[in-house]
């Protein structure tokens, strides 16, 4: 297949191709190229996105910085059929030969971008193309939430918990599980950094925030 591509191909020892990775580990092929750089965009129109396509989906990545975690992302959104993905210049991981590693290939495939002015790319989103923006931000609002939310589920139909919630936050705070979209709906979901969780400011543009409610009953 290299050479069909008109690329140079060599053989190692086990021993060479080691010394020629530095001892990573290989499945007994490597390729050496260029190092992968994000595609900087300013707003959501610069990723070429057709504005009469509905029900597509943007996975926003806030401050992720491991690698590992990165790959692991990145790999589970192209399965899942994740149509964009969008990270936070600020403090991003960059595109390393760890994160392809761990993407298993997904990075060679899925073009990623960043963006610097995130704000500016949220409300543009919101506006110009009805996306709905989902944070899965926990902060002590939410935490607070959590402690209530037994009762009021048990005195409340579901159909009335969305009106509770807002006057409670502002916003749709939900439990995952409760969160209900239609799929014609362009859908923004920010996942926050290893351990800031999705920044303040950004979260307070989401159309809803989410959480995943503990069931750990303890004594």
């Excluded at 589970?76 to 960059?94: E, H, I, K, P, Q």
């Excluded at 595109?95 to 990623?112: H, N």
């Excluded at 926050?192 to 989410?210: Q, W």
């Amino acid at each position: 297949m290299a050479e069909n591509k008109n690329m140079k191909v060599k053989y190692l020892t086990k021993q060479g191709l080691q010394k020629f990775t530095n001892g990573r580990p290989t499945q007994n092929v490597v390729m050496k190229c260029d190092k992968m750089q994000y595609v900087d965009i300013r707003s959501i129109t610069d990723m070429h996105v057709d504005e009469s396509e509905k029900g597509k989906f943007v996975l926003f990545l806030d401050q992720i910085t491991d690698p590992q975690n990165f790959g692991s992302i990145l790999r589970s959104s192209m399965f899942l059929g994740v149509d964009y993905v969008v990270v936070n210049r600020r403090n991003a991981c960059g595109l390393t030969p760890t994160v392809s590693k761990v993407s298993s290939g997904a990075l060679e495939f899925m073009p990623v971008h960043s963006v610097k002015f995130v704000s500016k790319f949220f409300l543009e989103a919101q506006a110009r193309m009805g996306y709905k923006i989902i944070s899965t931000n926990l902060d002590d609002e939410s935490s607070d939430f959590i402690d209530e939310r037994p009762q009021m589920a048990a005195n409340e139909e579901d159909e009335n918990l969305d009106s509770e919630l807002i006057q409670k936050s502002g916003q749709k705070l939900l439990p995952l599980d409760e969160l209900k979209i239609d799929n014609k709906e362009n859908i923004m979901l920010v996942l926050g950094s290893e351990g800031e969780g999705v920044s303040r400011t950004i979260a307070k543009l989401a159309d809803y925030k989410v959480v995943i409610p503990p069931k750990l009953e303890m004594d």
